[in-house]
């Protein structure tokens, strides 16, 4: 299971900082990270951090968005500034593990009020 929290209300400009913690009967990760699904449209890809470090991110973010993970706690965070309307969505907690494959948290909303 993956458990998300942080999600909110926010003015344009604002800040919020996502958390996701897996439990205990999630292992072998490989990679943790974030989705984001807006009203009538797809869900697409945040933000990505692998066991090595690196990171992906999606250009709509960058600069803006910050992701980190902690391995021995299996918790990733993603540190959202410089909030616009258009980051309006449900955030979704993502995991890969060997294995078993991928893994979705329940989602939390965020809302950017302009």
């Known amino acids: 299971?993956?458990?998300?929290?942080?999600?909110?209300?926010?003015?344009?400009?604002?800040?919020?900082?996502?958390?996701?913690?897996?439990?205990?009967a999630i292992f072998s990760i490989d990679t943790m990270g974030w989705y984001r699904q807006?009203?009538?449209?797809q869900r697409e890809l945040v933000a990505l951090i692998r066991n090595d470090g690196?990171?992906?991110?999606?250009?709509?973010?960058?600069?803006?968005?910050?992701?980190?993970?902690?391995?021995?706690?299996k918790m990733v965070w993603l540190q959202m500034n410089s909030l616009k309307p258009e980051d309006t969505a449900v955030y979704y907690c993502y995991c890969h593990r060997v294995g078993p494959g991928d893994s979705w948290g329940q989602g939390t909303q965020v809302t950017v009020s302009s």
Do not use: M, P, W
């Open 1 to 24: 299971q993956l458990v998300e929290s942080g999600g909110g209300l926010v003015q344009a400009g604002g800040s919020l900082r996502l958390s996701c913690a897996a439990t205990r």
């Open 38 to 41: 807006a009203d009538g449209k």
């Open 54 to 73: 690196s990171t992906n991110y999606a250009d709509s973010v960058k600069g803006r968005f910050t992701i980190s993970r902690d391995y021995a706690k």
